[in-house]
């Protein structure tokens, strides 16, 4: 018999259902049912799972790890098929509000970069875009995360501006305002992909990845303590908080993705309760 077991945030509630199937494949689900959502999976060994009728790959122990992105739609397919059977389960995601700011009458110079920057800017994200296509076998992600760095919450993932009537980038981390010089520890362990002290928007970035297309990214940094290649453990010191590249004063902003889809980093700790 299958059961599937989630935990899910509906209506800004957690919900834990049970789903059962006359079959013999069990499967859980964990993390919360809602657009920008990293969720962790748990079936038998050996299974083959899609999502919306794409691979996901499963590890030796049938652990496997999927995302949500921030306007994703809100019912997708889940299909686990092992031992000659198949189930295909619906997951309903809970639609998000996000914060957006509208700001009129400021002088287009101030929001709008030259052509040479714009250039700079688009080499960079080819460079940001390669590292995160990296995908290891290893599960660090099953590790509880730990935070980066602890202090004022400034800045949330989803809100968005729009000067002029023309809207910007959405924000797709979590921004922590502490002063410049604060150590930013590695939340899980995992192997440095990127390591650049000055790029255009971003300032010093890291690039951490964790295995199974999870990782993680540091922006804003005005030292970096790591190198491409470097493995960290969960809790090192990777580099410290800074204003750099275009941002306004000293923070972190920090950020988790699936791949090239950029989840929640605020919603990580859901995966881990009980």
């Known amino acids: 018999m299958l059961k599937l077991r989630i ?48 691979p996901i790959e499963v590890t030796d122990n049938g652990y496997f790890v999927f995302g949500f992105g921030r306007k994703a739609k809100l019912e997708h397919e889940l299909t686990v098929s092992a031992k000659g059977e198949t189930h295909t389960q619906t997951l309903t995601l809970s639609e998000r509000e996000y914060d957006i700011d509208r700001v009129d009458g400021v002088p287009q110079k101030t929001v709008t970069p030259d052509p040479e920057q714009v250039k700079r800017a688009r080499k960079e994200a080819e460079k940001v875009w390669l590292a995160r296509q990296n995908a290891s076998k290893n599960k660090h992600f099953l590790t509880p995360v730990a935070k980066p760095a602890e202090g004022r919450i400034s800045g949330v993932y989803g809100s968005q501006r729009i000067f002029n009537g ?21 939340p899980w362990t995992g192997k440095v992909v990127l390591a650049e002290p000055d790029l255009f928007y971003s300032g010093g970035t890291i690039i951490i990845e964790h295995g199974y297309k999870v990782n993680t990214t540091y922006l804003h940094l005005s030292k970096l303590h790591v190198k491409a290649g470097d493995t960290v453990k969960q809790g090192d010191v990777i580099g410290e908080v800074g204003a750099t590249g275009r941002a306004t004063g000293p923070h972190l902003d920090w950020r988790v993705n699936w791949g090239n889809t950029r989840l929640d980093p605020a919603l990580l700790p859901q995966l881990y309760e009980d």
């Open 7 to 54: 935990w899910g945030l509906l209506i800004g509630l957690i919900a834990s259902t049970s789903v059962f199937a006359n079959n013999s494949l069990p499967l859980e689900i964990k993390g919360p049912f809602t657009q920008g959502a990293l969720h962790l999976g748990k079936t038998v060994a050996g299974a083959e799972v899609t999502l919306n009728g794409e």
């Open 166 to 186: 023309e809207p910007r980038n959405p924000h797709y981390g979590e921004d922590i305002a502490v002063p410049t010089g604060t150590p930013v520890t590695a």
